[in-house]
């Protein structure tokens, strides 16, 4: 049974998949709420009321995955999250219109001093001439980040006639002329706009990016927007420029610390502002919930997530063919880290055949985590792989080869270690399955699973019969056996399996034949 905790007000009936599977828990309570439980829950719901801290993951021990009901995951600590492996996902799409048409609302009602005037209407007063208001239409509009919700906006600008230009540095100049937008530099998108909003998530880079400075660069009488998250504008420098009286009027959703206390804008008849309502539409709130909940309930069993912030995100056709691919990776991994035992510098991995076209980056993780886990102590996964390897100064790469040797495809790793070097080739076969082909350059055909005895001898007469006879002496059944030499009497190995782990007096009184070079246990 999957326990799953709902921490902030997600709409009910969107969490139906959730609800009505039979594999789930759900419980609707605040962190707060359930601070002696947390340990148990394996999925965390929320939506900007939750903060997610290291320090909360740190008490949620058995924590898979965090879902944000919305787009903005500024409230959740996606670093501290990726190095315990946990994933965070999203659901970017299903607030996109609500936020955009919300914003709209927000242009049209600030220069036309709807709040305003309907204070003043229900105050009994009649004051027409103070709110006098400004047209949208040919006015210049300055759209600063044009994602998703940047440019649904744009949309309706075009159609109150408004000329939008915008500033993002990660869109194209031909997108831009697709989407009919004038892109701009910051400084310039400043210069020009009457109105300017913003639309970028809340990072190091955009936090304070309207400040002191760049406000100044606006045209006197400018109207400003902030309908993405508190701290995109500076508050106390639009204060500022409200007070000298340059920046006209401003429309806030959002601030930096909600709810607002003695937030400064809150002073100032100019301002307008809701309390965080971009996405508070039932339409929104039916489909962000529906996202996660189905979302969450495919990654619980064990399928792919279609938006996820710390994991490449695939879908479930590429799933389907990668995954024989990311169970051998592991398998490879894991068989090369128990060989090596030393610290090593570097993987490399080659792709060669089919498994070259596909996602190799999550092929690639696997490996990682599969060789990671045999050596430290915390959980390791596809999203905590290759950040893992890198506090730990090893290094990755991987090359794509069209030597196929013969086979379908071919996944290829060496690792170097400090004193030497180890490699690996798997294959995967269709309808048959893994299979390990080359072990530390021997050729060899062996499936990777169980319990392995890894043993390198001499070629000798004798040896193979010798240590079959010391395992039946001590009444062990050898399920499979493979052998691999590279040439006659020279070194040798044997690739056991047994249906059970070998204990460690068994491998101490093998090695006392002098044949015997080295023995390392495998386990899978
Ligand atoms: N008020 C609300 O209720 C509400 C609702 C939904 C989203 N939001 C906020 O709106 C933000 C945007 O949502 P979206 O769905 O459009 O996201 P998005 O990812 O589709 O768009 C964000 C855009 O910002 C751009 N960007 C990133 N860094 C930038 C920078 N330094 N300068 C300029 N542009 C930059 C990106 O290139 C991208 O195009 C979210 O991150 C969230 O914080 C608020
Ligand atoms: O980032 C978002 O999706 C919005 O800010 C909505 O936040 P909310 O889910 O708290 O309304």
Redesign the pocket.
Known sequence: MYEVLVA???SNEGLAPLLEASNVNLTRKKVTEVEDLLHTYDALL????TTVTEDLLDKMKNLKIVA????????IDIEASTKRGVVVI???N??TIS?AEHTFAMMASLVRHIPQGNISVKSREWNRSAFVGTELNRKHLGIVGFGRIGSELAKRAKAFNMTVHVYDPFLTTSRAEKLGVDLLSLDDLLAVADIITVHT?LTKDTKGLLNRETLAKTKKGVYLLNC??GGIIDEEALAYYLEIGHVQGAAI??FEVEPPTDNPLLNFDQVITTP?????TKE??LN?AEDVAYDVLRFLEGNPVSSSINLPTLSKDVFEKIQPFTSLTKQLGAVLSQCMKEPVQDISVTYAGTVADLETTYITRSLLSGFLTHRIDRSVNEVNASMIAKERGITFGEKISDNTQGYANIIEVVVKGESRTFSITGTYIKDYGPRVINIDSFDIDFYPEGHLLYIRHTDQPGVIGNVGKALGDLDINIATMQVGRKQKGGEAIMMLTFDRLIEDATIESLKQASEIVTIQRIEL
């Open positions: 902030d007000s997600i929320v939506r900007s009321a944000r009901a919305g787009v903005g995951v500024d409230n999203n659901a970017p299903g607030n936020t998530p993405a998250r959703d959002v965080h309502l971009g996405a508070s929104a709130q962000v």
